[in-house]
């Protein structure tokens, strides 16, 4: 292998080092807030003016997506036609791929708080975990190599 040749090995294993380092970050730290369409939470209103009563549709991602609901009073949720009572908070988990239709209801006002977390990819967690360890092994081997063949000259 020529000098060339191993300096363009060493720059696309160092791409591939950084964007693993990049990804892992990301889906570790940022992924489990990103919610499509809500952000991390959202804030609803039950009065008289909706008649006590609020429907919205959650999404989940790619990933299993817990949300959880909390009330300054007590309230219904009717997710899917399956009737719940909160007294106060509510949580459930909504399987990856999967849309929910969820019915918030109360006999007097209320203000209620969606928040969510999508659970990490942790096979994509573990596939990019070992493109870092073998990139990083094999751009060690080829500096090595290249060191070897600069000082042999």
């Not at 191993?6 to 693993?20: D, N, P, Q």
């Not at 999508?118 to 994509?124: G, N």
């Not at 360890?133 to 000259?153: A, H, Q």
């Amino acid at each position: 292998m020529s000098k060339r040749s191993h300096l363009t090995k060493l720059l696309v294993l160092e791409f591939i080092i950084l964007f693993s380092i990049a990804y892992i970050l990301y889906i570790t730290f940022l992924y489990p807030i990103f919610i499509p369409g809500y952000g991390f939470g959202e804030t609803f209103s039950l009065n008289s003016d909706n008649e006590y009563t609020v429907s919205i549709t959650v999404s989940a991602p790619r990933t299993a997506l817990n949300i959880r609901l909390t009330g300054n009073t007590s309230f219904d949720v009717n997710i899917h036609g399956v009737h719940h009572k909160a007294l106060g908070s509510f949580e459930y988990k909504i399987p990856a791929y999967r849309s929910i239709n969820i019915t918030l209801s109360s006999g007097s006002p209320a203000v209620i708080k969606l928040s969510g977390r999508s659970e990490i990819p942790y096979m994509e967690l573990v596939f990019f975990g070992f493109l870092l360890i073998l990139s990083t092994i094999m751009f060690i081997k080829t500096y090595g190599e290249w060191k070897r063949m600069l000082s042999s000259k």
